[in-house]
């Protein structure tokens, strides 16, 4: 049973440019939560996507932006990247239950 | 103000010394507290959910309580695979996301 995916692993980008990045959550998981987290800190809540559509967001700009499509997948998109978006981008499932599941992560760099 | 606060900040134990990680919150309408364990550059990894006041989990070397305002998670002769960062979450109450904490950064020493 494959867990919480998330591509690409790392990527390195230049301020103004804009990302996508991507998460395939566990089996039997329909809730795709996003969470940023710099070096040091706890994750932060940007958003969460049930039945393709924004449930709640957290306090982060316009710029974040994202999707979920029939199969539960989801991106993430950040346009206009700003060299405070440098974080650790961490997709969690969720079920039923109220557990939410993370994936490995995505490691961006703005430079 | 912090919702969640976690503390010791860090915390060095050797092999076999037993201690706890405090995470205390502020907020009302607790549905749930969550323990996760974070190795660097890595998703956390979930360890517990708690509901009520004086609920207890255990797994393996890790026992975690809940009181009506904090959880500790008590580490019993800790070895050195133990060393990462713990992170508390909450759920609270009409919201369906999770509040962290900063986490405790544990290292263990053999």
New interface residues.
């Given amino acids: 049973d494959a867990g ?1 995916t ?1 591509s690409p692993t790392h990527l390195i980008k230049t301020r103004g440019q804009q990302v996508t990045l991507r998460c395939s959550p566990k089996s039997g998981h329909d ?1 795709v ?1 996003w969470y940023q987290q710099a070096l ?6 940007i958003f ?1 996507y ?1 039945e393709e559509e924004e ?2 967001r ?1 306090n982060f700009p316009d710029r974040f932006s994202g999707h979920q499509f029939p199969n539960y997948s989801s991106e993430l998109n950040v346009n206009a990247l700003l060299l405070g978006d440098s974080a ?1 981008y ?1 997709c ?1 499932s969720s079920g039923t ?9 995505t ?1 961006l760099t703005v430079t | 103000e912090d919702q ?1 606060t976690q503390s010791p900040e860090a915390l060095r134990l050797q092999e076999g010394e037993s201690s706890s990680l405090n995470c205390s919150y502020t907020v009302s309408g607790l ?2 507290l ?1 323990w ?1 364990r974070q190795d660097p ?6 360890l517990f ?1 708690l509901y009520s006041a004086g609920e207890e989990k255990e797994k393996e070397r890790l026992k975690a309580t809940l009181t009506k305002k904090e959880s500790f998670l008590h580490i019993t002769a800790p070895k050195p695979e133990d060393s990462a960062t713990y ?1 508390c ?1 909450v ?1 609270l109450s009409g ?9 405790t950064m544990l290292l263990v020493s053999p």
């Fill in positions: 919480v998330q809730t939560s040091g800190q706890g994750p932060q809540f969460q049930y449930r709640q957290g650790l961490l969690a239950g109220y557990e939410q599941y993370f994936g490995p992560g490691r | 969640v549905r749930g969550f996760y550059g890595k998703g956390p990894e979930f959910t992170l979450a759920h919201y369906s996301t999770l509040t962290f904490g900063k986490g």
